[in-house]
């Protein structure tokens, strides 16, 4: 029993993606085990959005399978929505339901899709604003807060699923820096608690402390796929060296 | 001229009557309106094809008429097919077709106004595309709906008045007749003008209500709707709700 725990929860083995003519996915594999952290880098069109919506089935891939527990689920997208309970995702732009509350937006799943009780799903959610350090804010909505509160809400909203995956689409790219260290200090906490996640961040801080891999994509491919140390440790592909350089100067 | 006799038209039965009824084919076919407005709106969104082709002739004919030759045309041509209607029904059919073609479009761009991430967002929780249409898209698009449906409503009011060609007794043809058999212009016309005035101020009044109503976040901000004296002088005033 004890290795089930090492057994890859998300196995994505040589999906590819064309928006017509356009190939932005290219045989693309990746293992992330349970309890991980995955980050993701890659310049900007690389397809690390792409990638992350086709976990999700928000994209079908062309081919390819995506096993999710041991299921494949790449070609299940009458069960989606089923799939996509138990995977939570947080978006550049919060995405928070701009006519509801802070602790409503955090309500509204479990109770129209797990069908909770409303004061169930409120229990939930407050003990989630807790953790994501904002409960005096719950009846506050998305436009009176600050982007680093929004977008904690938001990962609040996805958690209150109780989801076995966490994506993160750059989820820190459209804050302004003062409020970056609050949203990665919420998401770093999930990771050591073993919230099983990939995150497409170019925070490189964030990776050296939450990493447990580190993947370079560029083209749509997968270029490198390395653990933290050796990836940090300087034996990587030359590519993705120079893209490191890059983003840290 | 007679102030006494406007005053007795006012409260005359004839003239009571006819603003009632005024005021019930407004109403209904506002009501009805909106359906079709919505249901067209939905299919619209569907991407069925056969539907969406359908719901584009449906528009085409009664965006690309005037409404007093569809009142007609319903009244005078559906009997010649065998369907028998009253003139009110007839009445009531033509504006709520009529109302639908406009209605839809004002729906659909609220709609659309909801941002694509708003629905992305709600999908990747698990709820079915239904669920985020109704408690998701659907409620941000209703208070972006409200100020032109507003304008539809006060819109209908005085649209209704056509419909005095196929002899419903609504209040303009009452006020008419009256006139015409004593020559009285200005105090039967004076009478129906209080009755069109005082029915727009109370829808005016209706919708500053629901678009409060429905700003939910006013106790803690001084964002007000534009106020009913606005309202009353600047018919087309853009209405924000952001
Ligand atoms: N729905 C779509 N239709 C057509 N092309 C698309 C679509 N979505 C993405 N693309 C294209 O796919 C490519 C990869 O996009 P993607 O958003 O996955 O890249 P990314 O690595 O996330 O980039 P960024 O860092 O800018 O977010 C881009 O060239 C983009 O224009
Ligand atoms: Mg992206």
């Known amino acids: ?249 | 001229m007679s102030l006494d006799l406007v005053f007795d038209y006012v409260f005359s039965p004839a003239f009571f009557d006819g603003a009632l009824l005024t005021l019930l084919i407004t109403v209904t076919s506002l009501f009805f309106g909106m359906i079709a407005g919505l249901v067209v709106a939905l299919l619209q969104e569907s991407r069925i094809k056969p539907l969406q082709m359908l719901t584009l002739v449906y528009l085409w004919l009664f965006r690309g008429t005037p409404v007093l030759f569809q009142i007609i045309f319903i009244y005078n041509v559906l009997p010649t097919f065998g369907v028998m209607l009253s003139a009110f029904a007839s009445a009531v059919i033509a504006l709520s077709l009529n109302e639908g073609a406009y209605m839809a479009e004002i729906i659909r761009s609220g709609l659309q106004a909801v941002k694509k991430g708003q629905r992305t967002a709600g999908l990747a929780l698990g709820m079915t595309r239904f669920s985020v249409m109704r408690y998701i898209v659907i409620p941000q698009a209703a208070r972006i709906v409200l100020p032109p449906t507003g304008n539809q409503m006060i819109g209908m009011l005085k649209t209704s008045a056509l419909v005095s060609v196929v002899a419903v007794e609504e209040l303009l043809l009452v006020a008419n007749q009256t006139a015409s058999a004593n020559f009285k212009y200005f105090e039967a016309l004076t009478a129906a003008g209080i009755y069109y005035l005082a029915l727009t101020t109370i829808f005016m009044s209706l919708q500053y209500l629901l678009e409060r109503a429905l700003d939910r976040k006013r106790p803690r901000e001084k964002r007000r709707p534009v106020s009913l004296m606005t309202r009353l002088t600047a018919l087309t005033a853009k209405t924000e709700p952001r």
């Open chain 1, 1 to 249: 029993m004890k290795n089930r725990e090492h057994m890859p929860l998300l196995e994505i083995m040589g999906i590819n993606k064309s928006f017509g003519d356009l190939k932005i996915l290219k045989s693309c594999s990746l293992n992330v085990r349970s309890r991980e952290t995955m980050v993701i880098i890659g310049p900007s069109g690389s397809g690390k959005s792409t990638l992350l919506r086709c976990i999700n089935l928000l994209e079908p891939a062309d081919d390819g399978n995506i096993f999710f527990e041991g299921n494949d689920i790449a070609r299940e997208l009458r069960r989606a929505p089923e799939v996509r309970r138990e995977i939570g995702m947080v978006f550049q732009n919060f995405e928070l339901f701009q006519h509801l509350t802070a602790i409503e937006n955090i309500m509204l799943a479990p109770m129209k899709v797990l069908g909770m009780s409303r004061s169930d799903a409120h229990d939930v959610a407050m003990d989630l604003l807790k953790k994501v350090r904002i409960p005096e804010r719950a009846d506050f909505f998305p436009d009176e807060l600050s982007g680093g509160q929004q977008q904690r809400i938001a990962i609040a909203r996805a958690l209150a699923m109780k989801p076995k995956l966490m994506l993160y689409d750059e989820p820190t790219s459209a804050l302004d820096p003062e409020m970056i260290r609050e949203v990665l200090d919420v998401m770093a906490e999930l990771s050591s608690e073993g919230m099983t996640s990939i995150v497409v961040t170019h925070e490189m801080g964030f990776a050296k402390r939450a990493a447990d891999q580190i993947v370079f994509m560029e083209d749509g491919e997968v270029i490198e796929n390395a653990p933290r140390d050796s990836f940090f440790g300087g034996t990587v592909n030359e590519r993705a060296t120079r893209f490191l350089d890059q983003i840290l100067h």
